[in-house]
């Protein structure tokens, strides 16, 4: 018997007045506000921008009190010139924006406030908070991967977007960047990946810049394709995303996974099937890797370009879709409704069987999400029952994160190079996690407020000679490694002063040209890989011996049992 399986999972509830610039704090209706003061929500925004005023006054016109907002990248945490001129942007699109202001304390984020790293941001700041922190009063960075709990949710995160030929690298890069070191430092790499993959508990949100590879065929593809017709050929080879982030989201199968990065509001359901077998450590290791990409641009996506890709000469396309912009659905102003979205931005009806139903698990809900402009959805809400809360519980570090933390913290590449990672790192976790269960109290893992600390420009602005040493020189980062894990800041030393790689000794692309050390002390465990002329060579499609192809086109099935039992999407977008 077949059933109609409804994938309306985003209930639209419309601002009071949007952008209002004298509204009060949380200002909107008091009685919906009462009505749900027993109910958590987090707020999800994509593509930052340096926006972060406006995103705060449309938060603050809702009619629900927002415990919680989530950012999905570019945020752009430019403290002085200095930093600006450390981010990857193009001069025509620098501006310091007003994250200065949160920084010195002059302007308040009204609520807490959640970021993982983008594309386009202020590299040197978040080095130097590597390992997660405050990037500001009341605005926390997940740091380059990173896990933490809030009110008795957990949520993982991924900064970054990936790019195949930097995933195997190490973290060489140190300001002030040199060549085209800005631009490969937001590289997801996977030594950050293989930390997640360790992650056995329960993820509730995943965070991630850039998308699944696999995710566009999850969704309404055909309105994906009618917004972005130039995704064709990427999605249908399996380039359009990050092929770690799938095999994560397979892995891990969180109940929310939310993204940005490609400017467009785009929901999707995966089904997680009992019969399905999980992916491997190989394929974090060793993703398969498309070389095409590699002359994408979508790595490039400027914050005010609605795509930007290489043609076929060589050169590269900017400007807005053909006829993005110009459809009366998209320009016309929406009239207020608190019925269920039922537009095609939202997966159609589905038809499944009761043997699908019974074989499904659970299932991930997706949602990428646009950038500040207009009336473009780049804003969601997501309402969560308070049987699933403790609300007494603020935001703290993740005991299970942090036996990760120590079982890895000798295998953490500092060099172009990067190192080999173990297949079966679950023995020594364990005996890290009874580590931290003995050792770090519960007073440990709060995250509180006053461990930030705002720097001079002075301070901003000088060299400093390794990660390590950057790391304990932040007072944040020294008090997690120094003080809660107990970790040797010299067991992994980066030597600034070591002779620069030759061209005989290794053959580096133009971006990674100029002086980068060697590691001069390493302990007799960790490996170093030998230097070759070139990349070494990985299994082709199908020699992988990978049982879920993300390329495949799989069937329209329907919602399946939820996850998070009772969460609703309450959207709040324009």
């Known amino acids: 018997m077949n059933a109609l399986i409804r994938r309306n999972w985003c209930k639209v509830l419309n601002p009071v007045a949007p952008f209002?610039?004298?509204?009060?704090?949380?200002?909107?209706?008091?009685?919906?506000?009462?009505?749900?003061?027993?109910?958590?929500?987090?707020?999800?925004?994509?593509?930052?921008?340096?926006?972060?005023?406006?995103?705060?006054?449309?938060?603050?016109?809702?009619?629900?009190?927002?415990?919680?907002?989530?950012?999905?990248?570019?945020?752009?945490?430019?403290?002085?010139?200095?930093?600006?001129?450390?981010?990857?942007?193009?001069?025509?699109?620098?501006?310091?924006?007003?994250?200065?202001d949160y920084y010195e304390g002059k302007r308040e984020a009204p609520c807490l406030t959640l970021v993982i790293g983008g594309n386009h941001e202020a590299s040197n700041h978040l080095l130097e908070v590597f390992h997660g922190g405050w990037v500001a009063p009341n605005i926390y960075y997940l740091g380059n991967t990173g896990v933490v709990r809030y009110k008795g949710l957990r949520i993982a995160g991924m900064s970054g977007i990936y790019r195949t030929y930097n995933y195997h690298k190490g973290f060489h890069e140190l300001p002030p960047f040199k060549s085209g070191d800005s631009k490969s430092v937001y590289s997801v790499r996977k030594f950050g990946c293989y930390k997640l993959w360790n992650i056995q508990e329960k993820v509730d949100i995943f965070v991630s810049h850039d998308w699944p590879n696999g995710i566009a065929k999850h969704g309404n593809l055909k309105e994906l394709l009618r917004k972005k017709p130039f995704f064709r050929a990427e999605i249908e080879s399996g380039e359009l995303g990050n092929a770690p982030a799938w095999t994560l989201l397979k892995k891990l199968r969180p109940d929310f996974y939310f993204a940005a990065h490609l400017h467009v509001y785009y929901p999707a359901i995966v089904q997680h099937k009992a019969s399905e077998k999980l992916p491997s450590v190989a394929d974090i290791l060793e993703p398969e890797r498309e070389e095409s990409s590699r002359k994408r641009g979508y790595d490039q996506v400027e914050p005010d370009l609605d795509f930007e890709v290489t043609k076929a000469d060589g050169t590269i396309a900017e400007g807005p879709l053909p006829g993005e912009g110009k459809s009366t659905e998209e320009t016309k102003t929406e009239e207020p409704t608190t019925e269920v979205h039922s537009s095609a931005t939202v997966a159609p009806d589905v038809e499944t069987n009761d043997?699908?139903?019974e074989n499904i698990i659970s299932s991930t809900r997706f949602l990428s999400l646009d950038k500040v402009v207009g009336k473009r959805k780049h804003f969601q809400v997501l309402e969560l029952p308070e049987t699933r809360l403790d609300p007494d519980e603020g935001l703290t570090l993740d005991r299970e994160w942090l036996a990760i933390t120590r079982a890895t913290w000798n295998h953490l590449p500092y060099t172009v190079r990067g190192t080999e990672l173990p297949e079966d790192l679950s023995n020594e976790i364990q005996r890290q996690r009874e580590w931290v269960d003995a050792n770090v109290t519960d007073e440990d893992l709060i995250i509180r407020e006053d461990f930030f600390q705002?720097?001079?420009?002075?301070?901003?602005?000088?060299?400093?000679?390794?990660?390590?040493?950057?790391?304990?020189?932040?007072?944040?980062?020294?008090?997690?490694?120094?003080?809660?894990?107990?970790?040797?800041?010299?067991?992994?030393?980066?030597?600034?002063?070591?002779?620069?790689?030759?061209?005989?000794?290794?053959?580096?692309?133009?971006?990674?040209e100029g002086g980068l050390g060697f590691i001069s002390l390493v302990p007799d465990h960790v490996q170093i890989?030998?230097?070759?002329?070139?990349?070494?060579?990985?299994?082709?499609?199908?020699?992988?011996?990978?049982?879920?192809?993300?390329?495949?086109?799989?069937?329209?099935?329907?919602?399946?049992?939820?996850?998070?039992?009772?969460?609703?999407?309450v959207s709040l977008a324009p």
């Not at 720097?455 to 790391?471: A, D, P, Q, V, Y």
């Open 20 to 100: 209002s610039s004298s509204a009060g704090l949380f200002k909107g209706n008091k009685k919906s506000r009462t009505k749900n003061q027993n109910k958590m929500h987090i707020a999800v925004q994509g593509c930052c921008h340096s926006d972060l005023d406006r995103i705060y006054e449309y938060l603050e016109d809702q009619k629900v009190k927002i415990d919680l907002l989530i950012i999905c990248g570019d945020l752009q945490t430019f403290r002085t010139r200095y930093d600006m001129h450390q981010s990857s942007l193009t001069p025509k699109y620098r501006k310091m924006g007003v994250f200065k």
């Open 454 to 512: 705002c720097k001079t420009e002075k301070e901003i602005g000088r060299s400093f000679g390794s990660l390590r040493e950057m790391w304990w020189e932040d007072s944040q980062s020294r008090r997690l490694l120094a003080d809660i894990l107990k970790l040797d800041q010299h067991r992994l030393m980066f030597d600034a002063t070591a002779p620069a790689a030759t061209e005989s000794d290794d053959k580096k692309s133009s971006e990674l």
């Open 355 to 357: 043997e699908d139903m």
């Open 529 to 569: 890989p030998k230097r070759s002329s070139g990349r070494q060579p990985l299994p082709k499609i199908g020699e992988s011996g990978k049982k879920d192809d993300p390329t495949k086109i799989l069937p329209e099935v329907g919602d399946g049992p939820p996850g998070f039992n009772g969460a609703e999407f």
